[in-house]
C-alpha cells in the first residue's frame, strides 16, 4: 500500500508544478482537466500525510519505551495507547479512499422522475419525491434545470427532467434509480385507508459527445414531430430525435425538449448508456459465478426504496437500511442514506464484488 500511496504522493506533486506552468496557464481546458485531478487526490494525501506523521510519532513513542527512565516509559505508553488507534482509523481510511472510483461519478446528470401504479396519488409522490430532491440538490450546492415536465391532474407529476450539474453528481444519486414506493392515506382518500403507491426514479450521466466511442456510420437518425398536449405549446416542427444503432438494434429517442438540438444531445446519451448496459448484461451473464453489486442494477423493476408515512419509516431495501425520519428525509436529507450506499458499495469493492 505504502509503494502505491508514494506514487500518487509524487503524482501528486507533478500536477501542482504543472498548475504553474505558463502553457498550462494559457490553456483553460489543460488547465480544468489537471486542476480537476489535483483536486481529486487532495483528500487522499492530506491523510496520507497525516498517517505518516502518526507513524512516525509512534516510532518515536517506541524508542522512548527503551529509556531507562521510568517516568519517560509511562508517557511514551500513553502517547502509544493514544496514538495506536489513530493510526489504524488512518490506515482503514487510506484503504478506502484506495479504492478505484468509478470515474462517472463525476459526472452531471439527466435525473427523470415518472409516476407509477397508484392513479393520481401516483403523480402526487411524484411531485413529493421532486420536491425532496431538489431541496438535497440546494444542499449540496448543485445547479439543476426542469427541461420537460408534465403535470399530474390533481398535482404532482406524470414525468419530470430535469438536468443537474455541480460536483461528484452521479456518485450520490446513481444509487437513487429504481422503484420508490410510498406507503400513506392519500389525498384523495376519504375512508382513511392506508394505499400504495410507486414513482420511477432513472438517473444518467451525462457524456461529453467526445467520449462517446460511437462510430457515426453506425447510426442511424430519424427526426419526427414529437406529440405534444395542444395549445400554443403544439409542436410544428420535427424536434423529435430517435437513434438506431445498427450493429446491436438498440434504439433511444427523446421528445423531452422543443429543441431538437437538445433532444439529439438527450438521446445520444440514452443511446450510449443502453449500450453500455447490454454491454455489461452481456458481460454479466458471461461471468455467473459473480456475485451482484450490493447496491442493486439500477433497473426501475427494483422496488429499492418504501417510505412508509403511518410508521415515519423509510427502507432501503438493498441494504436493509430502516430509518426512523422520514420527516425529515422527504424535506431532503438523504445524506445517511446515500452515504450507507456509497459504504454497502465500497465494501462490495473491497471484498471484490461484481460492479
Known sequence: MIDKLEGIENRYYYLEE?????????????????????????????????????????????????????????????????????????????????????????????????????????????????????????????????????????????????????????????????????????????????????????VMPKFEEEEIDIRKDDLKTDTFRAQGAGGQHVNKTESGVRFTHLPTGIVAESTDSRSQHKNREIALQRLYVKIREAAKEKAYLEQKDQRKSLVGSGDRSDKIRTYNYPQNRVTDHRINLTLYNLDTIVEGDLDEIIKALQVAENANKMQGGDN
Open 18 to 202: 504543472r498548475l504553474s506552468d505558463p502553457v498550462v496557464l494559457s490553456d483553460m481546458t489543460q488547465f480544468a482537466k489537471i486542476n480537476k485531478e489535483y483536486k481529486d487526490l487532495s483528500s487522499l494525501i492530506t491523510v496520507y500525510h497525516k498517517y505518516k506523521e502518526v507513524g512516525a510519532a509512534i516510532d518515536n513513542a517506541k524508542v522512548m519505551l527503551l529509556d531507562v527512565d521510568d517516568e519517560m516509559k509511562a508517557m511514551a505508553q500513553e502517547e502509544l495507547n493514544v496514538l495506536t488507534p489513530q493510526y489504524e482509523e488512518l490506515q482503514e481510511e487510506l484503504e478506502v479512499l484506495l479504492i478505484p472510483k468509478d470515474p462517472e461519478d463525476t459526472k452531471d446528470v439527466v435525473f427523470e422522475i415518472r409516476s407509477g401504479t397508484g392513479g393520481d396519488e401516483a403523480s402526487i409522490f411524484a411531485g413529493d419525491l421532486y420536491k425532496m430532491y431538489t431541496r438535497y440538490f440546494e444542499s449540496q450546492g448543485w445547479r439543476f434545470e426542469v427541461i420537460d415536465e408534465n403535470p399530474g391532474t390533481v398535482g404532482g407529476y406524470n414525468k419530470i427532467v430535469m438536468e443537474v450539474y455541480g460536483a461528484e453528481v452521479y456518485g450520490k444519486l446513481k444509487f437513487e434509480s429504481g422503484a420508490h414506493r410510498v406507503q400513506r392515506v392519500p389525498k384523495t382518500e376519504s375512508q382513511g385507508r392506508v394505499h400504495t403507491s410507486a414513482a420511477t426514479v432513472a
